[in-house]
């Protein structure tokens, strides 16, 4: 258990449609970051919260957006879905994160949440 | 740009075969490198990590070296068991904290 939380663990949706994915950060830790995993591009960052603030952003689609909370919880929201976002989506925390001189420090992924696209 | 390059799986060993799964990399600079595992329908592990050149991370009889020359991050084992069955990625981290993973390669432990 790496004390990465996130909800629901399963979630089957249609077309058009918006889904709030949620994730806790162990205990601690300042940042969180959002992957999605999907067979055709593998692993691909999202995007990055440090402390509230957005910190980094990758291969994100402007109909998602996501925020993080001052309990330091973090919510993806993924709208007018289309079938191609079906996918395993991650979310991983780390105890830094804020991009300063330092080598960047350990992500503790949290088991993921599966959407279906239908 | 920064980028990850894994061997393609899947590879199937039998137990107590020396594993090899090759990891190389693209980069400016001194990333950090690590080895992520995914068992089967879980989240991924940080399995072990190396911080500069000549590194040596290691976990569970898992090694790697991290190797500047080569560009290099090769994952190794001396003898695998059923239990290691599962996926690897590599992955490639600098200071603004997001990774850059590898496809993930399939390993498959056969008794």
């Known amino acids: 258990d790496s004390g990465v939380t996130q909800t629901p663990k399963h979630l089957i949706t249609a077309t058009g449609q918006r889904v709030t994915l949620r994730c806790s950060p162990r205990?601690?830790?300042?940042?969180v970051y959002w992957y999605q995993q999907s067979l055709d591009q593998g692993l691909q960052f999202l995007i990055q919260?440090?402390?509230?603030?957005?910190?980094a952003k990758g291969n994100i689609l402007e109909r998602f957006s996501a925020q993080q909370f001052p309990d330091l919880h973090s919510e993806l929201n993924l709208s007018s879905l289309e079938l191609g976002d079906s996918a395993l989506y991650f979310c991983?925390?780390?105890?830094?994160?804020?991009?300063?001189?330092?080598?960047?420090?350990?992500?503790?992924f949290g088991p993921g949440t599966r959407l279906t696209v239908t | 740009g920064n980028s990850v390059t894994q061997m393609e799986g899947p590879v199937t060993l039998s137990e107590e075969a020396f594993l090899t799964i090759n990891c190389t990399y693209t980069?400016?600079?001194?990333?950090?490198l690590f080895w992520y595992v995914q068992y089967p329908g879980e989240g991924l592990q940080l399995l072990l990590k190396a911080t500069k050149a000549d590194d040596k991370g290691s976990n569970k009889g898992f090694e790697a070296t991290y190797r500047k020359e080569t560009t290099s991050f090769h994952l190794e084992k001396g003898s695998v068991q059923v239990s290691d069955s599962a996926v690897y990625f590599c992955?490639?981290?600098?200071?603004?904290?997001?990774?850059?993973f590898g496809q993930g390669t399939t390993l498959q432990v056969k008794p």
């Open positions: 980069a400016t600079g001194y990333p950090s």
């Open positions: 919260y440090y402390n509230g603030e957005e910190r």
């Open positions: 992955a490639l981290g600098r200071n603004t904290g997001k990774l850059i």
């Open positions: 205990s601690g830790d300042l940042s």
């Open positions: 991983a925390s780390s105890v830094d994160g804020s991009g300063g001189a330092g080598k960047p420090y350990e992500q503790y």
